[in-house]
Nanobody
Framework: QVQLVESGGGLVQAGDSLRLSCAAS????????MGWFRQAPGKEREFVAT????????YYSDSVKGRFTISRDNAKNTVNLQMNSLKPEDTAVYYC???????????????????WGKGTLVTVSS
């Protein structure tokens, strides 16, 4: 069993940076591929970034590539999302997810992960 708790969301202005963190419970964290997904009001949940169990494989959606960086610390059971040059269209609830699959495969699904956090709201004003 893995529990995920996101933090770091908030209200920022366009162009600002924000760092999201996801703390995971359980001793098997390092066995899971981790990902960040987001859901804007009235829209479907979408993939943002994934990272393999060792941190060696990362995937990003085209909309965040070059601006967001995903990282993980298996010793601390955390996965982070550094978000730079934020845009109003980045406004969404951001969810952390864990799944026993590859980072590439996880990037191709928006649902049906093994575990989800409850999300943290990011609001970017123009």
């Amino acid at each position: 069993q893995v529990q995920l708790v996101e933090s770091g969301g908030g209200l920022v202005q366009a162009g600002d940076s924000l760092r999201l963190s996801c703390a995971a419970s359980g001793r098997t964290f390092s066995r899971y591929t981790m990902g960040w997904f987001r859901q804007a009001p009235g829209k479907e949940r979408e993939f943002v970034a994934t990272i393999g169990w060792s941190g060696g494989s990362t995937y990003y959606s085209d909309s965040v590539k070059g601006r967001f960086t995903i990282s993980r610390d298996n010793a601390k059971n955390t996965v982070n999302l550094q978000m730079n040059s934020l845009k109003p269209e980045d406004t969404a609830v951001y969810y952390c997810a864990a799944d026993r699959t590859t980072a590439q495969a996880m990037a191709q699904r928006n649902y049906n992960m093994d575990y989800w956090g409850k999300g943290t709201l990011v609001t970017v004003s123009s």
